[in-house]
């Protein structure tokens, strides 16, 4: 079993609809939890993160982290054909030395 | 101006030979680090190394050597090629280790081994 499980998809979805994508984990140490959007062709680009529990808000995304059930999400309200890529969840503990520990990927597609 | 930049961006080569990737950062940035990923797109850290000293030394082939001139540049060379190293190759840099969680990569090398 994979430290972080995510549903590869694809997941397609009308222009305007609310995405919601999901990770679930084992390690309860992990603190830190990161949503990063990879174009095709392209490097990971950090969305946001989110320390220990609870939710923030960036514009139309919004992370939320349940640690007492291990699981994450993000939330894209009024979905644009441009948020169509995959999205990484990733997870990391405090302290020096900490690595990213990612999952596979959920691949979102906006369709007009 | 691009913050992390990898070269080359695309790779092609026979199995045996040996390569390099070349990854260079502009951000001022401490710590950097290379993530492999395959086919399914999982992405594995493989090394990190904080102000040119290795700190993270994932379980990977001896065969894989990471080489930090400076704090700005780390590079990933690769003896023996194996096709099973056929991936796409991606450098990251993070402030510093204590910022682990905010990381920037660069565009990726794919390397096809044939």
């Known amino acids: 079993q994979k430290e972080v499980e995510q549903d590869p998809g694809p997941l397609s979805v009308p222009e305007g609809a609310i995405v919601s994508l999901n990770c679930t984990y084992s390690?309860?140490?992990?603190?830190?939890f990161m949503w990063y959007r990879q174009y095709s062709r392209k490097g990971p680009e950090l969305l946001m993160y989110?320390?220990?529990?609870g939710n923030k808000e960036d514009g139309r995304f919004t992370a939320q982290v349940d640690k007492s059930s291990k699981y994450i999400s993000l939330f894209i309200r009024d979905s644009q054909p441009s948020d169509s890529a995959t999205y990484l969840c990733?997870?990391?503990?405090?302290?020096?030395?900490?690595?990213?520990?990612f999952g596979t990927g959920t691949r979102l597609q906006v369709t007009l | 101006d691009t913050a992390v930049s990898q070269t080359p961006k695309y790779l092609v080569t026979q199995m045996g030979n040996d390569k390099s990737i070349k990854c260079e950062q502009n951000?001022?940035?401490?710590?950097m680090y290379w993530y492999k990923q395959d086919s399914k797109k999982f992405l594995k850290i493989m090394f990190s190394?904080?102000?040119?000293?290795?700190?993270i030394n994932e379980t990977v082939p001896n065969r894989f050597s990471p080489k930090s001139p400076d704090k700005a540049h780390l590079n990933l060379h690769i003896n023996s090629l194996e096709l099973g190293d056929s991936a796409v190759y991606f450098c990251?840099?993070?402030?510093?280790?204590?910022?682990?969680?905010?990381?920037?990569f660069g565009p990726g090398t794919r390397l096809t081994v044939l």
């Open positions: 990251a840099s993070s402030q510093d280790i204590l910022a682990a969680n905010e990381q920037f």
């Open positions: 390690n309860s140490a992990f603190q830190y």
């Open positions: 989110t320390y220990s529990s």
């Open positions: 990733a997870m990391s503990f405090t302290g020096t030395a900490s690595k990213l520990t």
């Open positions: 951000l001022g940035h401490d710590t």
């Open positions: 190394y904080n102000n040119k000293e290795l700190i």
